[in-house]
């Protein structure tokens, strides 16, 4: 996330004077980047939201077909052994826990962000509490999306059980799962690198150049006593 458009409308004021920083040009533009920077953490949001939806259903789905008798109806399938039924329960707390910790998480940042702000340095304030939780949620991203990976990993060797596929099949599947999360977790790293951090850098040196700007007021008064 660039904030070249702050810094074109923090650089113009070194021609003003120190009582003339254009803070709402930059209030302006904080609030557009800002809501840039939503859309693409909602976005986010919204597909591991899908995601968690499908494979919850998945799991729902084959253990209700496994209770109402159907597996072992359909073609050479046959019905969930003891172990297999624990396995899917073991996947479905998986997802559960996943999607529920991300919409956990969001909610209370949403909580802490409830009251309303006016000020430019409010709400950069916010806007850096609302960075740092981006980076402290990705801090152990490996970690955070091995649950997924594992209930999928186990609804896949339960499918090809069933469906009599050799467990030998099962190997390249499980090899692809943790390719697959050692991917993902990079990209979201890379994320943080070359987004977030670059981010939070500029918001806290914009809030310092702020908060060693001058007071207007305190400046205007001075202006009075040296007449």
Not at 131 to 156: C, D, E, V
Not at 207 to 215: D, I, Q, S
Request: hydrophobic residues 40%; aromatic residues 10%.
């Amino acid at each position: 996330m660039e904030f070249e458009d702050l810094q074109v409308i923090w650089n113009s004021q070194h021609d003003e004077p120190l009582y003339g920083v254009n803070e709402e040009g930059l209030h302006n533009t904080l609030r557009n980047k800002s809501k840039q920077f939503r859309r693409v953490i909602f976005w986010q949001h919204l597909q591991t939201f899908c995601g968690c939806t499908i494979a919850i259903t998945a799991i729902a789905g084959l253990l209700l077909l496994n209770a109402f008798g159907v597996l072992g109806n359909i073609g050479s399938s046959r019905a969930l052994y003891g172990w297999e039924l624990a396995a899917l329960l073991v996947a479905l707390i998986c997802w559960l826990q996943f999607g529920l910790s991300v919409y956990l998480g969001n909610r209370q940042q949403k909580n802490r962000e409830k009251h309303d702000t006016t000020s430019l340095r409010d709400d950069l304030d916010k806007e850096i509490n609302r960075t740092k939780y981006q980076i402290n949620t990705r801090a152990h991203i490996m970690l955070g999306f091995a649950p997924p990976y594992l209930g999928s990993s186990l609804w896949i060797i339960i499918v090809f059980g069933i469906s009599g596929i050799s467990y030998w099949a099962m190997l390249p599947v499980v090899l692809v799962m943790a390719t697959a999360l050692i991917i993902e977790s990079r990209c979201q790293q890379r994320f943080v690198e070359r987004e977030i951090v670059p981010r939070l850098r500029e918001l806290e040196t914009l809030r310092e150049k702020l908060t060693t700007a001058p007071n207007p007021e305190s400046v205007s008064q001075g202006g009075n006593n040296l007449q």
